[in-house]
């Protein structure tokens, strides 16, 4: 008699902005018994050092299809992978570099496996934002005083920074903004802020590469952003934050000691 073949789903797993330490419990341990890891980001390449000598490791090259053809056609060969290694009866893991569901990413893992009748789950992960607000202390916010923290994705802006200025509203409210991919709008963005009344005094804080060993970061305000990339030591990713209330409260301690934070913090 032959056994039935056992189908797992498939696990979309987010590893985070960079440091293994920052994985799950639960995404470490989809990840050490995997039978097969597949991913296509390099990213997410550091999650790596937990998975077991016996899996199946595969980087993925995506498929330099044309902007029409959408990003489901440029993942198509991914697809193709993973719904093999998943009829072989293998646990498949699909790794994601930070939380899956913040860009929306795994959307097109999810469509492509309910099409193929392939059960899935998806493993949160910790966003660069999330990470780096809580390396440095930032307060995202302040009790009483600001009650809401907005993710905007900034790398295609098409609406005259329509989206950007109705978040300047925000900020005037206490708000804190956290602006991923917004490196090469960022004159733009902040151009829109101050014509929508944004004060040029309004703290921006730059953190680079968060949780990688050569991770960075620079404090400006809204008026001398521009001194933010003129500083030459942000390299990409970098995720910024903006909002009245940003001070850097803490450094990881092989950064200490800087000046101008201890002064920040001494006189809070």
């Known amino acids: 008699m032959i056994d039935e073949l056992v189908l797992y789903p498939v696990s979309i797993v987010g590893t985070g902005p960079g440091d293994p330490d920052l994985l799950t419990v639960r995404a470490a341990r989809i990840i050490r018994n ?14 790596l050092s937990v998975a077991s000598i016996t899996a199946t490791i595969r980087f993925v090259e995506r498929a ?3 902007v029409q053809a959408g990003v489901s056609a440029r993942n198509s060969r991914m697809v193709e992978l993973i719904e093999a ?24 893992d999810c469509r492509a496996l309910e099409r193929q009748h392939i059960p ?25 005083q600001s009650n809401s923290v907005t993710c905007l994705i900034a790398d295609e802006i098409v609406d ?25 709008n960022l004159e733009g963005i902040v151009h829109a802020f101050l014509q929508e009344g944004v ?25 001398d952003a521009s ?21 850097i409260r803490n450094l990881p301690l092989e950064k200490w000691p800087p000046a101008e934070v201890l002064s920040r913090c001494s006189g809070a």
């Open 160 to 184: 005259n920074f329509a989206l950007v200025r109705d978040a300047a509203k925000l900020l005037r409210h206490g708000s804190a903004i956290v602006l991923y991919m917004a490196t090469g």
């Open 227 to 247: 001194t933010l990339r003129a500083s030459g030591k942000l390299r990409e990713p970098v995720v910024y934050f903006v909002g009245q209330h940003l001070a």
């Open 34 to 47: 995997a039978d097969v890891i597949l991913y296509d980001c390099h990213t997410a390449e550091s999650a």
């Open 85 to 108: 290694y998943y009829n072989e009866g293998l646990r498949v893991v699909r790794l994601r570099a930070g939380d899956p569901m913040m860009f929306g990413g795994a959307n097109d």
């Open 199 to 223: 004060s040029a005094a309004m703290p921006i804080v730059a953190v680079s590469k968060s949780g990688w060993p050569d991770e960075a970061y620079a404090v400006a305000t809204i008026g």
């Open 64 to 66: 330099k299809e044309s």
């Open 120 to 144: 899935y789950e998806v493993v949160s992960g910790v966003t660069a934002g999330a990470a780096a607000a809580c390396t440095y202390a930032l307060p995202l916010s302040e009790k009483y």
